[in-house]
């Protein structure tokens, strides 16, 4: 069962990460039209595919992502390929939402700004190189990676949870007309700071400062041979 649940969740990734991106595309393709044109429904379509669709597949697929990290061994700040997939994301979304979202407000108003087509492009330029991470797994373990500490799988409660709440979160927000992925934001930060810290516990224990049985020793001697 738990391994069901973990293929689901990948396959939500996959599907809202491959919205995500096309839907990116789409995007590109209405900021030209709209520039090369002058025609502004061409930007109000565009402001409704990123504030009803592109939203919320950018905030799923982040989250699935998240914890598909969070919930296996991979963690966030144990491998290269990991942590630059995590920034790049944390960086198209703050793209999204607090510079691109502003500009297709404007433009749907006439404030057409010619900078909009240059940051879906990066945003898409990322998505490629995301993927290309994610297939070849370059560059190793970073310095923070204890390799004596191997985080273990989450159990099938934590994956069942991580399907329903991006469609909760969607519910929601088909009810009250804003995207807002709430409940994703919590889940993610409020079981990744609990798997922070049972991380640092098995670290110290497995570097010797202490264990379930008591600390240990440091002026224990091994006997030898008799």
Sequence with gaps: MQKRARTLLVWLHVVT?????????ALLALLLYGLETGDVSAFRMARVLDHHVLAFMGAASAFSGMMLSATTPWGYFRHWWVLTKFAITVAQLYIGIFILSDRLEAAS????????????????????????????????????????????TAGTGMFVLALVVPVADLVIGLRTG???????????MAYSVTRAARGRSRSSGASGRGSAAGPARRDAVARGPR
């Design 178 to 188: 804003s995207p807002a992925p709430f409940l994703m934001l919590v889940t993610v």
């Design 109 to 152: 108003h006439g404030h057409v700004t010619p900078w909009m087509p240059i940051g879906t492009t990066l945003m898409i330029s990322g998505f490629a190189f995301q993927t290309w991470l994610s297939v070849a797994k370059p560059w190793g373990r970073t310095p923070w990676a204890d390799p004596k500490v191997k985080l273990p």
């Design 17 to 25: 990460s491959v919205g995500w991106l096309s839907q990116a595309v």
